[in-house]
């Protein structure tokens, strides 16, 4: 639920105005009537509370938190008013293609029928199983499979408005990152989002996080107002996302997320390829070429992530402590990307170099195996 500002970020340039999210490189716009949150600053903190600062200057919002429930129901005014036809109560649990038509299997309520189409666009999010049964997930490594909670509290105390703040280290119970943001409910009430597996369920983590940790001051007064979870399939992402007359976008066909304004784009110019390809021209090859070149995770840079996310259990809480602590007065670019933020990050832990190997020749070993690592391998640790 943040639109990042980054230019160039995904191949385009979002602007937020007038009502409007507006894609100027792509040029469309979509009409957004609900109210918007700046990011301005980003803290990562250690165990022991040393700060890695991400901002950009004279507090410029680097992203804005939006209300998607609200962007959901305008964008389903929309499509009904313009005619689309929406099948509430209704899962997808198959099809085939036939060569000259697509069949799209629909469970509704307790009956089972058929509709058909030329092409077909799946665009059913971070858990691919329709596009696992036409055959698209073919040659991608499902790395893991996540259980994200997250919770609504009013009452946290300590933390900057308007700010995003990544806690790290065995000490917050989890491998991942403990997350507390802006929420788009108001002032009062922040967000906490945690990531577990089946062994170490985001639940039992939070009563942990609230009773014995660092945050444990911070939360002492929270009173929890709401609660959301997911669980979510980690895939590298698919480098062609189409086969005959189908194609996967989205979430859907990426490593884990686009990000909404990802989604947005992938919709934009898969509309685009089902007309050429209606036409009898090549629209899905490039889709294709449009979606290697645009988003990070088609690429071997994506690796990288390994860095910035794979800090525990790597590095023990003293070591992120350390690490930390030798940048910690500096402020990196503010950037809400996943992919950025670690090249931003380890640059700066690397520019100590001589200190790491003097002072901590162990931790620097850690840091050159880490270089080697990918995203499967961190995950897996």
Same mark, same amino acid.
């Given at each position: 639920?943040?639109?990042?500002?980054?230019?160039?970020?995904?191949?385009?340039?979002?602007?937020?105005?007038?009502?409007?999210?507006?894609?100027?490189?792509?040029?469309?716009?979509? @009409?957004?009537?609900?109210?918007?949150?700046?990011?301005?600053?980003?803290?990562?903190?250690?165990?022991? *509370?040393?700060?890695?600062?991400?901002?950009?200057?004279?507090? !410029?919002? &680097?992203?804005?938190?939006?209300?998607?429930?609200?962007? /959901?129901? @305008? /964008?389903?005014?929309?499509?009904?008013?313009?005619?689309?036809?929406?099948?509430? +109560?209704?899962?997808?649990?198959?099809?085939?293609?036939?060569?000259?038509?697509?069949?799209?299997?629909?469970?509704?309520? %307790?009956?089972?029928?058929?509709?058909?189409? !030329? !092409?077909?666009?799946?665009?059913? +999010?971070?858990?691919?199983?329709?596009?696992?049964?036409?055959?698209?997930?073919?040659?991608?490594?499902?790395?893991?499979?996540?259980?994200?909670?997250?919770?609504?509290?009013?009452?946290?105390?300590?933390?900057?408005? *308007?700010?995003?703040?990544?806690?790290?280290?065995?000490?917050?119970?989890?491998?991942?990152?403990?997350?507390?943001?802006?929420?788009?409910?108001?002032?009062?009430?922040?967000?906490?989002?945690?990531?577990?597996?089946?062994?170490?369920?985001?639940?039992?983590?939070?009563?942990?996080?609230?009773?014995?940790?660092?945050?444990?001051?911070?939360?002492?007064?929270?009173?929890?107002?709401?609660?959301?979870?997911?669980?979510?399939?980690?895939?590298?992402?698919?480098?062609?996302?189409?086969? +005959?007359?189908?194609?996967?976008?989205?979430?859907?066909?990426?490593?884990?997320?686009?990000?909404?304004?990802?989604?947005?784009?992938?919709?934009?110019?898969?509309?685009?390829?089902?007309?050429?390809?209606?036409?009898?021209?090549?629209?899905?090859?490039?889709? *294709?070429?449009? $979606?290697?070149?645009?988003?990070?995770?088609?690429?071997?840079?994506?690796?990288?992530?390994?860095?910035?996310?794979?800090?525990?259990?790597?590095? %023990?809480?003293?070591?992120?402590?350390? /690490?930390?602590?030798?940048?910690?007065?500096?402020? &990196?670019?503010?950037?809400?990307? #996943?992919?950025?933020?670690? !090249?931003?990050? $380890?640059?700066?832990?690397?520019?100590?170099? @001589?200190?790491?190997?003097?002072?901590?020749? @162990?931790?620097?070993?850690?840091?050159?195996?880490?270089?080697?690592?990918?995203?499967?391998?961190?995950? #897996?640790?």
């Amino acid at each position: 639920m943040q639109l990042i500002l980054d230019d160039g970020y995904e191949g385009d340039f979002l602007k937020v105005e007038n009502g409007k999210f507006v894609f100027q490189k792509s040029g469309f716009s979509v @009409d957004y009537s609900g109210d918007l949150i700046p990011v301005c600053h980003k803290y990562y903190h250690s165990p022991k *509370n040393h700060i890695m600062h991400f901002a950009l200057p004279d507090n !410029k919002p &680097f992203a804005y938190k939006f209300d998607k429930q609200k962007l /959901l129901k @305008d /964008l389903y005014e929309e499509c009904v008013k313009a005619g689309v036809q929406v099948m509430l +109560g209704a899962k997808a649990v198959g099809g085939k293609d036939n060569g000259d038509e697509v069949e799209l299997q629909i469970l509704r309520t %307790s009956e089972e029928i058929s509709v058909y189409g !030329k !092409k077909l666009i799946i665009a059913e +999010g971070v858990n691919p199983t329709i596009t696992e049964k036409f055959g698209l997930n073919e040659g991608r490594m499902h790395m893991a499979t996540a259980l994200v909670m997250k919770y609504f509290l009013k009452g946290v105390e300590g933390i900057e408005k *308007n700010s995003w703040n990544l806690f790290y280290g065995r000490a917050y119970h989890s491998n991942a990152a403990v997350i507390i943001g802006p929420s788009i409910h108001g002032d009062d009430i922040m967000e906490m989002t945690i990531t577990g597996d089946a062994k170490n369920r985001p639940t039992e983590t939070f009563e942990k996080v609230v009773k014995e940790s660092p945050l444990s001051p911070n939360l002492k007064n929270i009173e929890i107002v709401e609660k959301q979870g997911c669980s979510v399939k980690a895939y590298n992402a698919s480098k062609k996302p189409y086969k +005959g007359n189908v194609i996967s976008i989205g979430d859907a066909a990426a490593m884990v997320e686009v990000e909404v304004q990802g989604a947005f784009l992938c919709a934009f110019k898969a509309a685009a390829a089902i007309e050429k390809e209606l036409y009898g021209k090549n629209g899905f090859e490039e889709y *294709n070429v449009w $979606w290697n070149d645009s988003f990070e995770f088609c690429g071997d840079q994506y690796l990288r992530v390994a860095q910035g996310y794979a800090l525990v259990p790597v590095y %023990s809480d003293d070591e992120v402590d350390y /690490l930390f602590s030798l940048v910690e007065g500096e402020t &990196f670019e503010g950037t809400y990307s #996943q992919y950025k933020t670690p !090249k931003l990050m $380890w640059d700066g832990i690397r520019s100590h170099e @001589d200190k790491i190997k003097t002072e901590r020749p @162990d931790t620097y070993q850690k840091i050159l195996r880490i270089n080697q690592m990918t995203l499967g391998g961190a995950i #897996q640790k």
